[in-house]
């Protein structure tokens, strides 16, 4: 089986669990993040002003991820954030495991329900890194999705 996936659950509690998963993706200028269509995190905190500016776009550079991502306590009830390699092709938010597939994005997250999160990497090493915070975080109901598995899925 081909590896293209993971899927875990998270702790439904406040604190930075998108930043605890994409910090590795988010210390290199490498990518570029699309909002998925339908976003809905509930932070703990006001926004501050430049957090209401970043809130509102659909496309962030990684500084402006991380920055998102870092801002106080939250936990996401529903997102999807697509990264493309800053030096392709950025495409549009991905809505289904095809298009993933077939587009020129390089990762992919999502998170429904609060705790449960799809994570796709097209590079063994970033599939690699996001296992090893899996262990790291204790997080439970590790599965792996291959090629088959990802075409059936949807985002958004």
Same mark, same amino acid.
């Given at each position: 089986?081909?590896?293209?996936?993971?899927f875990?659950?998270?702790?439904?509690?406040?604190? @930075?669990?998108?930043? !605890? %998963?994409?910090?590795?993706?988010? !210390? *290199? !200028? *490498?990518?570029?993040?699309? &909002?998925?269509?339908?976003?809905?995190? +509930?932070?703990?905190?006001? $926004?501050?002003?430049?957090?209401?500016y970043i809130?509102?776009l &659909?496309?962030?550079?990684?500084? /402006?991820? @991380?920055?998102y991502?870092?801002?106080?306590?939250?936990?996401?009830?529903?997102?999807? $954030?697509?990264?493309?390699?800053?030096?392709?092709?950025?495409?549009?938010?991905?809505?289904?495991? &095809?298009? $993933? %597939?077939?587009?020129?994005?390089?990762? +992919?997250?999502s998170?429904?329900d609060?705790?449960?999160?799809?994570? +796709?990497?097209?590079?063994?090493?970033?599939?690699?890194?996001?296992?090893?915070?899996? %262990? /790291?975080?204790?997080?439970?109901?590790?599965?792996?999705? !291959?090629?088959?598995?990802c075409?059936?899925?949807? $985002?958004?």
């Amino acid at each position: 089986m081909e590896k293209i996936g993971l899927f875990f659950r998270v702790p439904n509690t406040y604190g @930075k669990v998108l930043l !605890d %998963l994409l910090d590795s993706l988010l !210390d *290199e !200028d *490498e990518y570029i993040w699309k &909002k998925g269509n339908h976003i809905e995190i +509930l932070f703990s905190d006001d $926004f501050n002003s430049e957090m209401k500016y970043i809130d509102r776009l &659909k496309t962030l550079s990684n500084d /402006q991820m @991380k920055r998102y991502v870092s801002f106080g306590s939250y936990y996401p009830i529903i997102a999807t $954030f697509s990264g493309y390699l800053t030096n392709g092709e950025i495409g549009s938010s991905i809505l289904n495991g &095809k298009e $993933f %597939l077939n587009s020129s994005c390089n990762v +992919l997250i999502s998170i429904v329900d609060t705790t449960e999160v799809t994570f +796709l990497s097209k590079n063994n090493a970033v599939m690699t890194d996001m296992e090893k915070k899996y %262990l /790291q975080y204790n997080f439970s109901d590790l599965r792996y999705m !291959d090629v088959e598995e990802c075409v059936k899925l949807r $985002f958004d």
